[in-house]
């Protein structure tokens, strides 16, 4: 979802540009682009993630093609550098191509006024949650959704449902930790729900602990700075299942590491079972200490890999039955083989449909399914690889794969080169000099006029845009 509202803000925001772009921007704008950055981040981030550690940031001013945030304290400003600052230049981008980089600077609440670009109102100094009563939760809240009944086992995810199910089912820990691993929208958190209702279905009295990673240290630094480390400490050990969740978000910051690590070690000394998710494998996690990466690996090591058509079928006909709605076969199967991606976005497409048709009371169909989906189908086409497009054109054109990258010229390889350099600018985020360079280091400029001759012949040969649309048609398919 976030993802989309990314793409439609940053093409509307885009076709109000002036030519040159955009410096110079009145303060106002600027101000209005940081608003619109914010929503993005909190749409990506969820609102625990965002009201930690993007919420206290201010805009202190755009300065030549650099934003310069304002941040309350030094630490905030490492973590933010170390995860979030790509995402917020990335966003900010999108909205404004004049803007080249993203500063933090640390602004102690109450220090020197904000620049007069950023009339913003003043930072909270410790972003705070609401507090918990008594230590009882912990961690966050377990969907009642996210179960191993509503979970679809298949191929790439069988294994590490096997392990779950194992660890949910044994009264001593078979394995220590479980360490779960895939891309994102795979399944890692649903499954670590499904552990801790398991658990607790069979044994209420079992304390139950899921969060996040970024929670956990979240909660030790508001230990730390109340100087008062020791309930926490006594609170985490005393947990009969601990569950944390995308740990790839706690590497580099070396109190947390230790503080976990010792959590850790006392909590698998009593026995207790550990479950880790991340979105890689712990020889993969960088910035995580050695020792930490290693005690990982002892336990049971289970990758979730990216979904097949089975599978993404299996999900959608699951789902689309228990949305109520009558969802014909090929309208699903036209998702499963479009939105490849991972299950949320093929869940986010199918309630959509689910929700057009409940509002029309129209029955769901391709076309239908089409038109709503325009923008996620959009960028669905955009994974498309440029050596795809390379083979489909030389297949089409009966050419060998060496013509994309040759220096002839004669025209039936040439045209149809241009063909695909056109189709690589269309169908993939690649710029132009990357696009050059997988047609044998051709330069930007040559793209360009491929491209630009590619648009214009399409007016006026039949032909060849006929080609093209098949061609394009072939790879979308
Ligand atoms: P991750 O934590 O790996 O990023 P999630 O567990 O949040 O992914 O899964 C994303 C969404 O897809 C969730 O709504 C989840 O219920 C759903 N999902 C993922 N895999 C499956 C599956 N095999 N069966 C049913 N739903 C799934
Ligand atoms: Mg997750």
Redesign the pocket.
Known sequence: MALRTGQSLASSVAGQRTAEGRMGTAPGEVQQQWQQVRTLLRAELGDTAFGTWLKPLELVELAGDRVVLGVPTQFMRDWIVANYADRIRALWVRLNPGVRSVTLAVRPPGGEPAAPVAPAPAAPVVPLEPAEAGGEELGARLDP??TFE?????KP?EFAVAAAEKVAMSATPPFNPLFLY??????????MHAIGWRVRQRDPSRRVVYLTAEKFMYRFILALRSKDTIPFKELFRSVDLLMV??LQFITGKDSTQEEFFHTFNALVERGRQIVI?ADRSPSDLDGLEERIRSRLSWGLVAD?HPTTYE?RLG?LQ??AEASGVDVPLRVLEFLASRITS???E??GALNRIVLQANLTRQPVSIEMAQEILKDVLRAADRRITIEEIQKAVVEYYGLRMADMTSARRQRQVARPRQVAMYLAKLLTPRSLPEIGRRFGGRDHTTVMHAVRQIERLQAEDRQLADDVEAIRRRLQA
């Open positions: 959704r996210l509503s979970f679809v086992v298949g995810n895939g891309g994102v929208g795979l399944g890692k958190t649903h499954l969740d995308d998710s979730i599978l999900i699951t789902k991972n299950v949320r093929l869940e």
